[in-house]
């Protein structure tokens, strides 16, 4: 669990993120056509969670660009290396 996060997306990953939000948005609109209410409502709701989903992408999740992700990869880095080698003091994790 520790080394969840650390690895970068790859291009193929990316490609098929891509993918399935622009089948949500293609869907939305396909539902929109349909022309009955239940139908349009659940067009909607597949392009909320498209815009979610692009927003929280877009950002990064929770993190917001300052140095706080950056500072809990080098100490679950600092974890790892901690617990292969042995002997040391755990890190102490960053500050919110």
């Known amino acids: 669990m520790d080394k969840v996060g650390l690895e970068r997306t790859t291009p193929a990953g990316k490609l098929l993120l891509l993918a399935c939000l622009a089948a949500l948005a ?53 974890l790892l290396l901690q617990r292969k080698g042995g002997g040391q003091a755990a890190p102490a994790p960053p500050q919110a």
Do not use: C, F, H, N
């Open 26 to 78: 293609v869907g939305g609109a396909v539902l929109w056509a349909a022309d009955s209410p239940p139908l349009r409502i659940a067009a909607v709701g597949m392009w909320l969670v498209t815009l979610g989903l692009t927003l929280v992408l877009r950002r990064g999740g929770i993190a917001d660009g300052d140095d706080t992700a950056q500072q809990w990869q080098k100490y679950q880095e600092q």
